[in-house]
Each structure stands twice: as C-alpha cells, then as structure tokens.
C-alpha cells in the first residue's frame, strides 16, 4: 500500500468519511478526484520521497463541496488539518510510523469547472516502514 492510500485510509478512521473502492463508492479518493461526488476529498503526492527521508514526503488533501457551498468544503478542509496536525504515531490499519507537520492549511484554489469550490491543504510527513 503506497502512501497516499495509507493517509486516506487514516482519514477514513478518523471519520473524515469514506474511502472509495473499486467495489464501493465513497468521498476520500488519492491520486485522481473524480468528477462525481459532488463533496469529496483527494490525497495527492507533491513529493513522496521515500521511508526515512530527513525531508520526509509532501502532500496536498483537497477538499471540494457542492455548487454554491464554500463554508463546508473550507470548514472539513480545517477539521483535517485538526486531525492531521502534530500526528505521532501508525497510520490507520497496517500504515507506517508517522510524524506530520502541516505547510498550510484551507487555501483557497477558486472554482472547477462545475462551479464547485475546491481548497487545499498541505503537509509534510516524516515516515518509516518497519
């Protein structure tokens, strides 16, 4: 399981929601943000390094809301940063020891396409698999 997959299966357990699968639908996605749902929220790698990297990996989480909406994508964009920010410890299920230091947090990225208003947040994230 790669890293990206490990932080949005941790946001699952934090009850961020739900991850999607192939077998299931669900709002928390990594690598790509699919056009449907309308509401969700997508890990993405700006630098994965690699286990033990002093610089440790970079991502960006965003989050998107419905048409017209902007308070709940930039409220749960927030709430991530609260459950992310000085995290010590394993990754939800089976993931690697972490430490995450928050970049920024609810940037504004404006509208997609469909209207919709997207935020991002990024972090830093010192790892280790055993």
Known sequence: MNLLEQVARHLEFVGIGNMATYEEAGDIYYGYLPDKPES???????????????????????????????????????RITDELRGYMGFLAGDGPDVQIEVINSAQGMGLDSSGRHIYSSNYRILYCDY
């Open 40 to 78: 969700a929220v997508c890990v993405f790698s700006s630098d994965s390094a690699y286990p033990g990297s002093k610089d440790g990996a970079r991502i960006q989480i965003y989050t998107r809301g419905v048409v017209g909406d902007a308070k709940t994508p930039y409220e749960l964009a927030c």
